[in-house]
């Protein structure tokens, strides 16, 4: 049997460690913003704390408690909730597998998660590097692993690129990168770093950044979605 359509609402979201503006570490605030949303999977940057066994900022019990999302369990230790920072939360009653986690160069240390979806979607969630000579080096490696994907495929998180059409090259010969709108700073907008990168497959539906007044505050960057549609 040929599958149908899978429309699915996605989110990126830096939510820096659970800090808000008000230097207040408060996951539920986070949690909160997330719910709001509505999403059928989540993708987190600075999801962990930096240092030591860098310990999850939201803590498992309280997704369990006050959320209808599961964690990928990309660290089997249960002490982080993802890797180099990248969480992905999905909406439970979606199925999910093949999650991996992926080492990108750079001068310091950067990554990607991602899984399969439904067997339809292939999702990577990232957080790419500071300066742009790395960021280029860390979509090469994205390029080349993805490459051989059968499934089509979208790329979200924080891009960290302040040009609003410049310096996704690496990308652009397989992908349709996406700006939904400026996602940061929270407190005043200037800068789309947040975006995501769409696969042929693919088809964006809608897109946007949250500007309610809880993420205003809970995060230096406002949380991005996207309805796509992924053709059966």
Same mark, same amino acid.
């Given at each position: 049997?040929?599958?149908?359509?899978?429309?699915?609402?996605?989110?990126?979201?830096?939510?820096?460690?659970?800090?808000?503006?008000?230097?207040?570490?408060?996951?539920?605030?986070?949690?909160?913003?997330?719910?709001?949303?509505?999403?059928?999977?989540?993708?987190?940057?600075?999801?962990?704390?930096?240092?030591?066994?860098?310990?999850?900022?939201?803590?498992?019990?309280?997704?369990?408690?006050?959320?209808?999302?599961?964690?990928?369990?990309?660290?089997?230790?249960?002490?982080?909730?993802?890797?180099?920072?990248?969480?992905?939360?999905?909406?439970?009653?979606?199925?999910?597998?093949?999650?991996?986690?992926?080492?990108?160069?750079?001068?310091?240390? *950067? #990554?990607?998660?991602?899984? $399969?979806?439904?067997?339809?979607?292939?999702?990577? @969630?990232?957080?790419?590097?500071?300066? +742009? &000579?790395?960021?280029?080096?860390?979509?090469?490696?994205?390029?080349?692993?993805?490459?051989?994907?059968?499934?089509?495929?979208?790329?979200?998180?924080?891009?960290?690129?302040?040009?609003?059409? *410049? #310096?996704?090259?690496?990308? $652009?010969?397989?992908?349709?990168?996406?700006?939904? @709108?400026?996602?940061?700073?929270?407190? +005043? &907008?200037?800068?789309?770093?947040?975006?995501?990168?769409?696969?042929?497959?693919?088809?964006?539906?809608?897109?946007?950044?949250?500007?309610?007044?809880?993420?205003?505050?809970?995060?230096?960057?406002?949380?991005?979605?996207?309805?796509?549609?992924?053709?059966?």
């Amino acid at each position: 049997m040929e599958p149908h359509a899978l429309d699915l609402k996605l989110v990126t979201y830096n939510m820096r460690k659970a800090i808000g503006l008000d230097r207040r570490r408060d996951p539920h605030r986070i949690l909160d913003v997330i719910n709001h949303l509505d999403a059928d999977v989540v993708v987190l940057q600075e999801a962990d704390r930096r240092l030591g066994p860098r310990p999850t900022a939201l803590p498992h019990r309280l997704l369990f408690d006050e959320t209808d999302f599961v964690a990928v369990p990309f660290d089997h230790k249960g002490v982080s909730l993802g890797s180099h920072g990248n969480a992905i939360l999905v909406r439970k009653g979606l199925t999910f597998h093949s999650a991996e986690q992926l080492e990108l160069p750079g001068l310091e240390p *950067r #990554g990607a998660v991602s899984i $399969e979806i439904e067997g339809q979607l292939k999702l990577v @969630g990232t957080h790419l590097g500071l300066l +742009r &000579p790395y960021r280029h080096q860390q979509m090469r490696q994205l390029a080349k692993k993805l490459a051989h994907s059968p499934l089509p495929t979208v790329i979200m998180g924080d891009f960290n690129e302040w040009s609003p059409k *410049r #310096g996704f090259e690496p990308l $652009e010969h397989r992908f349709d990168v996406i700006s939904p @709108g400026r996602s940061f700073h929270a407190a +005043r &907008p200037v800068a789309a770093l947040d975006r995501l990168a769409l696969s042929e497959g693919v088809e964006l539906r809608d897109a946007g950044v949250d500007q309610s007044p809880l993420a205003k505050v809970a995060s230096d960057h406002l949380p991005v979605w996207a309805h796509v549609r992924v053709k059966g």
